[in-house]
């Protein structure tokens, strides 16, 4: 129970994906991509990410200008970037605040968070891209947070943070101590309980595949027997009509 906490300290797809990081195997699709994604930071994302928070969660209307004005209330403001599309040049609605002074990142994760501006409510936390070993980002099935209605919510974060696992035993916590990635080993395990159940199953199979076959095969006798019954009947009533035949054309004659 020691080395349990909320907060993911190295990021596994899996354990995001579950709400008390427990989980052996992955409850969607996304989580399946994000655990065999090879993600690597940006190199061209300058500036230190110790001081860098990461604001989410913006109105579309929301300037450079006005995040600039917002977030200088908690200290100097190094550099700041609002994300963009390339193409269309449109707000992603998220951003970059860089601070000069370690102080001043911690004040404004805490007091900027839930902050209403442009009528929308903004999320603020460190930035992860850099500083979570492992990290996979939303587009790639990763993150964390997300919504109900998209039914994949990603866990250990600020936004989610893990709920406390009911029974966390030896075997849990040292998972959660060295941030391995058990579904390597889950998946194996799944595989061989596979395989050895259709070797269970083989024998009986056959066996009744051997069954099936007998019982074709009597089947169609049978049904032999009956038409050459059949035709033997018809043959003897053919030869009954002609000795009737016969029989009346003499009676005729006469």
């Known amino acids: 129970m020691n080395d349990w906490s909320p907060i993911a300290k190295v990021y596994d797809p899996l354990k995001a994906g579950s709400i008390d990081g427990t989980d052996v195997e992955p409850h969607d699709r996304a989580v399946w991509r994000a655990m065999y994604a090879r993600y690597k930071p940006n190199k061209g994302v300058v500036g230190d990410p110790l001081l860098t928070l990461f604001v989410s969660r913006l109105n579309p209307q929301t300037t450079e200008d006005k995040l600039h004005e917002v977030f200088s209330k908690y200290g100097d403001v190094g550099r700041l970037r609002l994300v963009r599309d390339i ?3 449109l707000s992603k609605r998220y951003a970059f605040v860089e601070y000069k002074e370690e102080r ?4 404004a994760r805490r007091d900027a968070s839930k902050l209403v501006v442009d009528q929308h409510e903004l999320f603020v936390d460190f930035e992860q891209e850099r500083t979570l070993k492992g990290w996979v980002p939303r587009r790639l099935g ?3 947070g997300g919504k109900k209605e998209s039914g994949q919510l990603r866990f250990g974060g600020k936004d989610r943070p893990f709920r406390k696992p009911i029974n966390l035993g030896m ?3 040292q998972d ?3 941030g391995g990635r058990e579904w390597d080993r889950g998946t194996r395990e799944r595989e061989d ?3 050895e159940r259709d070797r269970a199953l083989s024998p009986r199979h056959h066996d009744r595949e051997t069954e099936w076959g007998s ?3 009597r089947d169609d006798r049978e049904r032999g027997r009956e038409r050459s019954f059949h035709r033997d009947r018809g ?6 009509d002609r000795r009737h035949a016969d029989s009346y054309r003499h009676r005729d004659r006469r």
């Open 235 to 240: 043959s003897e009533r053919q030869r009954d």
């Open 215 to 217: 019982r074709g095969r």
């Open 104 to 107: 001043s990142v911690l004040r």
């Open 142 to 144: 990763g993150g964390q």
């Open 176 to 178: 959660w101590a060295g």
């Open 87 to 89: 193409v269309t040049g």
């Open 171 to 173: 075997n849990s916590a």
């Open 193 to 195: 309980r596979h395989r």
